[in-house]
């Protein structure tokens, strides 16, 4: 069946141990680990080097991201404006992607990485250069965004692609489970530092300082040997190649079901994330410029962090299709608290509940659709996850932005929870009877 496989390796079906793997094991001598966890994926040398430089460069674009919509809104005091620079930030992954996922699985992943990582590099220090006038543009400002975003677009499915090489099919979940935590850690040091450092130091310097943090994915990449892309498929158009990842959704309904729950959700119900400065400014009185909103912002992801490296660590044994249908609920429930607060105190904590069941469910929505994923299309199914995870975000905030104006935040966060609400019922994402992976 296209769209899923099973890689080569000993008679169980389980890959054969790499060389890195036995000398794992005579270090640690015969002290069972169970696979799928993230204990697992770590004792993959390769894995824990790209690991650490990933996560360092993401604290990096999170004390980016969370001073780019404060920075745009202290800019123009306008939500419109907000939702304009988060779609030049994200924007890119709705049409990118795609390209991006075909290049992946065609090219050395390597050499494409280290080079997208400096073509952000040098927009950052674009950007931090741009904010240091007084009056800047605003068309200067959201193309620089929009190139840093084009790099970011093109990356995550490369960066996806290798994930599985790294640790081997039977440590995907646990490594998928890190992967979210890393990304959720940064979201907690990254907007801490940030809020901090925009109120002493501005923006211009926040900004230069995720510029440099793109050299811990440039040194960890050159540190590591990743393994050889799959071959690729002969006598196979062009348009059949890009919509290869459209294919295997069509042909395996887990990752079809998959992929239409990201796209809806990041759509419809994930708005507070990119009008925060709204949100805290109008219904918490929280500067969008002070510490307390870092602070805010820090909740959030402290909260995503437990929800996400949960998966791999207290729930790893736990069906990941019941985990995404009772964390879609548990969703709904606390983003309408978190509507209905009126004080910046409880709101800290209530928004960590909401970053919990966020990517507690996000998470193993991943999980479940990339165990499902042959590696010979996995970049560009991994495309498509991006484009509704990233991308449909980017749009939501463009058209959320003017609704926002026109009927407050409250009850587009309200509208929100019910979207997830309603994908609580449609989330099915069990593998149909008869057919496995």
Known sequence: MHGVGVEQGSDDGEPAPSLEEIEDAVVEGDRPLATGTA????????????????????????????VLGAYAYDLTRSSTFVGVMIFAQLGPALVLPMVGGLIADKVDRKRLLIILSLEQLVFSLALALVVRTASPSHLVL????VMIGVGSALFGPAYSAILPGLVGRADLPGAVSLN?????????????????????????WVFAGNALTYLFVVVALQM???????PAVDHV??????????????????VGR???TVFIFSLLALAFIGQMPVEAAHNLRIDPHSTNYGILYASFGTGALIGAISIGTVFAQV????????????????????????????????????????FAFITALNTAMQTRLHD???????????????GTVALGNLVVGPVVSAVGITDVLLFGAGVALLLAWYADVRIPAGRTG
């Open 180 to 204: 979210s935590a890393q990304m959720n850690a940064s979201r907690v040091i990254g907007p801490a530092i940030g809020g901090v450092a925009y109120h002493f130091v501005g923006p211009s």
């Open 224 to 230: 590591v040997t990743l393994p050889a892309r799959p």
């Open 258 to 260: 998959c992929l239409v």
């Open 376 to 390: 010979g299309v996995r970049g560009r199914v991994m495309a498509l996850w991006i484009m509704g995870f990233g």
């Open 142 to 145: 959201v193309a620089t965004v």
């Open 39 to 66: 204990m697992s994926a770590l004792r993959h040398r390769t894995f824990r080097v790209v690991f650490l430089g990933a996560f360092a460069s993401n604290i990096g674009t999170w004390m980016q991201n969370v």
């Open 237 to 254: 158009s062009r348009w059949r190649e890009l919509t290869a990842g459209v294919t295997a959704a069509r042909e395996d309904p887990v």
């Open 319 to 358: 069906s990941k299709p019941l985990i995404v249908r009772v964390g879609l609920v548990g969703y709904a429930a606390a983003l309408a608290g978190f509507a209905l607060l009126r004080a910046a105190l409880p709101a800290y904590f209530v928004v960590a509940v909401v970053g919990a069941f966020y």
